[in-house]
């Protein structure tokens, strides 16, 4: 079993940046993949950034070039930095995580708020 939070949501100005975590509860995870998510209140859940356990990275088209997905694994911890914030960014942000030994399993985060706004 494997819990993940997250934290580093908040308000921020338009053009702001910010650097979510999502930490996961114990160390030694054989991941497959990692993600981070963002939801709005009646709208889908959205695919925003994925990490592979190559280290490859893949990105939604409208963060392309503002967001970064990356990891510390000493620290069990995925991040999402992200620049040049839009309005339209304001949502909650989840992480996702896939493993290897349960791939039909996946491992959500309660979520963290980000606001865009004046």
């Known amino acids: 079993q494997v819990q993940l939070v997250e934290s580093g949501g908040g308000l921020v100005q338009p053009g702001g940046s910010l650097r979510l975590s999502c930490a996961a509860s114990r160390s030694g995870l054989n991941i497959y993949t990692m993600h981070w998510y963002r939801q709005a209140p009646g709208k889908q859940r959205e695919l925003v950034a994925t990490m592979s356990s190559g280290g490859s990275t893949n990105y939604a088209d409208s963060v392309k070039g503002r967001f970064a997905i990356s990891r510390d694994n000493a620290k069990n911890t995925l991040y999402l930095q992200m620049n040049s914030l839009r309005a339209e960014d304001t949502d909650v942000y989840y992480c996702?995580?896939?493993?290897?030994?349960?791939?039909?399993?996946?491992?959500w985060g309660p979520g963290t708020q980000v606001t865009v706004s004046l």
């Open positions: 996702k995580f896939r493993l290897y030994c349960d791939l039909g399993r996946r491992y």
